[in-house]
């Protein structure tokens, strides 16, 4: 977040207006498993790089970024689904 700004008529919010790189896949690991996996999957002829590419959906550009496709979910439905098990 770098900012808080008057709100405009006709936005939804919140929104993300820019970022940069992809987000890691899901269960990498942490902080140190994503480094472990970008070690892996930027170095061409790494031992394991073509099972953690299919592990990851099958491709991954780390410098991939679009503000359009991130989601913001509501916490509280997360939240609900979480305590009844959905």
């Known amino acids: 977040m770098e900012g808080i700004f008057a709100r405009e008529k006709g936005i939804r919010y919140p929104r993300c207006i820019d970022g940069r790189r992809a987000c890691p896949p899901e269960d990498c690991g942490g902080v140190n498993g994503f480094n472990d996996f970008l070690e892996t999957v930027l170095v061409l002829g790494s031992e394991n790089r073509e099972e953690m590419i ?3 959906g099958g491709k991954y550009d780390p410098k991939k970024f679009d ?3 991130v989601i913001f ?3 509280l439905k997360r939240w ?3 305590l009844q098990g959905n």
């Open 54 to 56: 299919t592990w990851a």
């Open 67 to 69: 503000p359009k496709e």
């Open 73 to 75: 979910d509501d916490p």
């Open 80 to 82: 609900n689904a979480a």
